[in-house]
């Protein structure tokens, strides 16, 4: 059987577009729900650990609670695409049931589900911007 030049030069082609469009699938962004953020998260900002607790609300909407340094700050949030925005919930009374009001006029944290698994986000602190990063805890097996 003779095979043809031009016939190979245009399969190998074919199969070339064919490779670079399926990878070019496989790496669209798959979509995120606030579901996926659910869960308890250790979080590392400026060699602190940090707790971060996300429950699930209505929609895109959660509520969370981080702890750090011996305080609890009640958040709300909401999934815009692939970032959460997080903003402080005013408490009665700043200390009520163990929790800190937030500052006013304090700036949202932010939280980007990353494809590994991870958060990567930014908060405000009193020495500017800090970015950081957090990984879930997982379940313990019964």
Do not use: C
């Amino acid at each position: 059987m003779e095979v043809n030049n031009n016939m190979v030069r245009k399969l190998t082609y074919l199969v070339a577009l064919l490779a670079v469009s399926t990878s070019l699938v496989a790496q669209e962004k798959k979509p995120v729900a606030a579901a996926d953020f659910v869960g308890t998260w250790n979080i590392e900002m400026m060699s602190h650990q940090v707790a971060l607790v996300i429950e699930a609300g209505e929609g895109n909407k959660v509520t969370a609670t981080m702890m750090m340094m011996g305080n609890d700050v009640l958040l709300k949030g909401e999934l815009v695409e692939r970032t959460l925005t997080l903003t402080g919930i005013k408490t009665e009374s700043a200390t009520e049931g163990g929790h800190v009001a937030p500052k006013p006029g304090a700036k949202p944290i932010t939280a980007v589900l990353q494809d590994d698994g991870t958060l990567a986000g930014e908060m405000m602190t009193n020495m500017g911007p800090v970015k950081w990063t957090g990984e879930k805890l997982k379940k313990r097996k019964q």
